[in-house]
C-alpha cells in the first residue's frame, strides 16, 4: 500500500486520507489462534464462505499447522466485508495486497 | 427450531452462571480486535464499535442461555440466529480468559487439556473450568447447527 494524499488547495484544511489500491486483489488471511476450536473453525468457514465442510477443513488444518491460511482473493469491499464478518465470529483475519505475495 | 442440550449437574450450572457474570461485567467495555482494522480513523471506529455492539449482543444470548430453566437438564430450544451468536459468544469469553486470567497458559496446554490443568491451577482452576465449559457449550451448539 501506498502512503497518503494531501487535499493541496489552499482554503482547505489539510486532511489526511488513507490511499488503498482497491484495484488489486486482495487476500483474506485467518490466523492461527489456541482458543477456536476446530469443528468450530469448519463451520465458520463453511457458513461464511459456502465452503464444502472437505474445503473448510482444508483451509483449518492449513490454519492449525501452518499458522494461516488463504480463505479467500478477490476486490478490496468484499474482501473487507469477509473479513469484518470473520471478526464477528470471533477469528483473527488479515487484509493483505495479493501483490505483495 | 434448533435444539441444544446441555447435560451439567446443578452444581457446576450455578457455578458456570456465577462466573459468567463476573466475566461478562469485565468484558463490557472491551473492543478488542484481532487482526486488520481499516486505516482510516472514522472508519476504524465504526469497525471497532459495530463488533462491541455483536460481542454484547452475544453475550447477552450465553447469558440468557445459561440461565434458561432446562440448561443443564433437558434441551433447550433456541432460535437460529441466537444459536450462531451462542457459539460466537463462547468464543468471545474463552478467547478473554486466554487474554487475561489464562495468559501464563501454554499454548499447548490449551489445545491439548489435561486433567491437571483443572487440578494444579491453583486460583486460576475457575477459569479454567469455565473455559472448558464453554468449548463444551459451542462444540454441541456447532453440532446443532450442523444438523439445520
Redesign the interface.
Known amino acids: 500500500m501506498s502512503g497518503y494524499t494531501l487535499q493541496d488547495s489552499p482554503l482547505a484544511v489539510p486532511v489526511l486520507?488513507?490511499e488503498?489500491d482497491k484495484a488489486t486483489p486482495w487476500n483474506v488471511i485467518v490466523?492461527n489462534?489456541?482458543?477456536?476450536?476446530m469443528?468450530?473453525v469448519v463451520?465458520v468457514f463453511q457458513?461464511v464462505f459456502g465452503y464444502t465442510k472437505q474445503k473448510a477443513t482444508r483451509h483449518m488444518l492449513e490454519v492449525h499447522e501452518q499458522g494461516k491460511s488463504l480463505v479467500w482473493s478477490g476486490d478490496f469491499e468484499k474482501a473487507?466485508a469477509f473479513?469484518?464478518t470473520?471478526?464477528?465470529?470471533?477469528?483473527?483475519?488479515?487484509?493483505e495486497s495479493a501483490e505483495g505475495e | 427450531m434448533p435444539t441444544v442440550r446441555i447435560k451439567l449437574d446443578s452444581s457446576v450450572t450455578a457455578f458456570l452462571k456465577r462466573m459468567l457474570q463476573g466475566i461478562f461485567e469485565s468484558l463490557q467495555e472491551s473492543g478488542r480486535v484481532r487482526g486488520y482494522l481499516p486505516e482510516a480513523e472514522e472508519d476504524q471506529e465504526f469497525w471497532v464499535e459495530g463488533l462491541r455492539d455483536e460481542n454484547l449482543e452475544a453475550l447477552d444470548t450465553l447469558l440468557n442461555f445459561v440461565k434458561s430453566e432446562n440448561f443443564g437438564r433437558r434441551k433447550v430450544e433456541i432460535s437460529e440466529d441466537s444459536l450462531f451468536s451462542l457459539m460466537k459468544a463462547c468464543s468471545c469469553v474463552r478467547l478473554h480468559l486466554r487474554e487475561t486470567a489464562l495468559l501464563d497458559v501454554s499454548d499447548e496446554e490449551l489445545e491439548n487439556p489435561s486433567i491437571e490443568s483443572v487440578l494444579f491451577k491453583g486460583p486460576q482452576s475457575e477459569v479454567y473450568v469455565v473455559y472448558s465449559l464453554l468449548a463444551y457449550i459451542q462444540s454441541t451448539a456447532v453440532e446443532a447447527a450442523s444438523r439445520l
Open positions: 486520507e488513507p488503498v490466523m489462534d489456541p482458543v477456536n476450536l469443528n468450530y463451520y457458513t473487507e473479513v469484518y470473520l471478526q464477528q465470529w470471533q477469528l483473527t483475519a488479515t487484509l
